[in-house]
């Protein structure tokens, strides 16, 4: 059985407090029960929105992180609905992956029909990723370059799902990992008000499921090709032929 020491830390950034758990939360429990290290860094505190205030906000996802098993920075760029896309925020960003040296790294993704702080977010997320592993850059300095694994994108909305992208699918059917992915959005009591983005993103969920002969699965969109050692290692597709 291995121990968090030998899984590399799965680093996911959010534009807002509760991008992550709606967007991948569910992958995220279940990442953390198989004791992988899990880290967010939340790059707002919420302040444009309709609802809750930005102290509110940052303890609503201090127990969210929580309930996942996950620890939780917040860093500050532009602010809320402010974001722009520009060289010294994806250098900031860089350099927190330089120092976390994720294997993972989980953004919002690039479909521009959502807010517009997440697929800002996703770009800059990018840019970071491959800065990172620049041995040049002297704002990076002195701490080593890192290369990431792999960067995938989550979608914090249905609409954010990259259209005509055949995602990723991680089953999180297991019902405790269904349960503590409800609990962290439900921490997030502030944004519920007015809908129930819950049940939305749980309905979501049970359809990728379904269409993958599993109870609930989440999707995510590499980057780039993944790469197996065989085909072997592949065992399940979402398709029943
Ligand atoms: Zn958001």
Not at 16 to 35: Q, S, V, Y
Not at 108 to 115: A, C, D, K, R, V
Not at 126 to 147: I, M, N, Q, T, V
């Amino acid at each position: 059985m291995p121990t968090s020491k030998d899984l590399p830390l799965l680093l996911a950034f959010g534009a807002h407090p509760d991008d992550i758990e709606f967007g991948c939360g569910g992958i995220i429990a279940r990442e953390t029960r198989a004791g992988r290290p899990v880290h967010f860094v939340v790059c707002s505190r919420g302040e444009a929105g309709s609802h809750g205030t930005p102290k509110l906000r940052t303890a609503e996802t201090k127990r969210a992180a929580r309930l996942l098993g996950a620890t939780v920075d917040f860093v500050t760029l532009d602010g809320d609905a402010h974001l722009e896309v520009k060289a010294a925020h994806a250098i900031k960003l860089a350099a927190i992956i330089r120092r976390l040296r994720p294997g993972t790294v989980l953004a919002p993704s690039l479909e521009q029909n959502q807010h517009p702080d997440h697929y800002r977010l996703g770009q800059l997320v990018r840019d970071a990723s491959r800065l990172a592993r620049y041995g040049g850059l002297k704002e990076l300095k002195p701490r080593p370059a890192h290369a990431i694994g792999q960067l995938f994108f989550y979608a914090v909305t249905p609409e954010a799902e990259p259209a005509g992208l055949q995602p990723v699918l991680i089953d999180i059917s297991p019902p405790e990992i269904v349960a503590a992915w409800t609990a962290a959005m439900e921490a997030h009591a502030s944004q519920l008000k007015t809908r129930n983005y819950v049940e939305l993103q749980v309905a979501r969920a049970r359809v990728h499921g379904l269409r993958a002969g599993v109870a609930y699965a989440q999707p995510l969109f590499p980057n780039d090709p993944l790469v197996f050692g065989s085909l072997a290692s592949i065992t399940a597709a979402a398709r029943r032929f």
